[in-house]
């Protein structure tokens, strides 16, 4: 789970980092990135609708961009604010497919956004396999 500092937890927060950030969609996935100035540690968001699946789906999804949220923040934590949508084929995405779209779509959000450090890839997320499988509901 991501530290307090690290997550968007307004409504207001949500609705400037989704309205002046820069976007960038994959299949999975859309990102949004503004940024913040060095000094103010990275924060993340996720916004995951029921249009996903049940809650099961919903949560699994949602543990998965947290962790490639950790990540991206262990690289570079600070200086921007992220918002992580789900799109409904995200639900039925391996770790592997949502952890490529995730980095792809983060790379280039980050870029147009200008933010510092935004080259870095989630290349360690990315060939990381989770420890067990979860049941499909």
């Known amino acids: 789970m ?3 500092q690290h997550r968007i937890r307004t409504s207001v927060q949500f609705s400037v980092t989704t309205r002046s950030g820069a976007r960038n969609g994959r299949r999975n996935v859309v990102v949004y990135v503004r ?4 000094e103010r540690p990275a924060r993340f968001g996720f916004v995951v609708s029921k249009a996903v699946g049940n809650a099961v789906r919903r949560n ?5 961009l947290r962790e490639l949220a950790q990540t991206t923040v262990r690289q570079t934590p600070y200086g921007y604010d992220v918002v992580v949508r789900a799109l409904p084929p995200a639900s ?26 935004s080259a870095g890839t989630t290349s360690t997320a990315q060939d ?8 499909e509901s």
Do not use: F, M, N, Q
Request: hydrophobic residues 35%; without cysteine; positive net charge.
């Open 2 to 4: 991501l530290p307090d």
């Open 35 to 38: 940024p913040t100035g060095e």
């Open 60 to 64: 699994k999804v949602k543990r998965r």
């Open 92 to 117: 039925r995405a391996d770790w592997a497919e949502l952890a490529a779209d995730y980095a792809k779509a983060w790379r280039t959000a980050s870029a147009r956004a200008g933010v510092s450090g």
């Open 128 to 135: 990381r396999r989770p420890a067990r499988e979860e049941p």
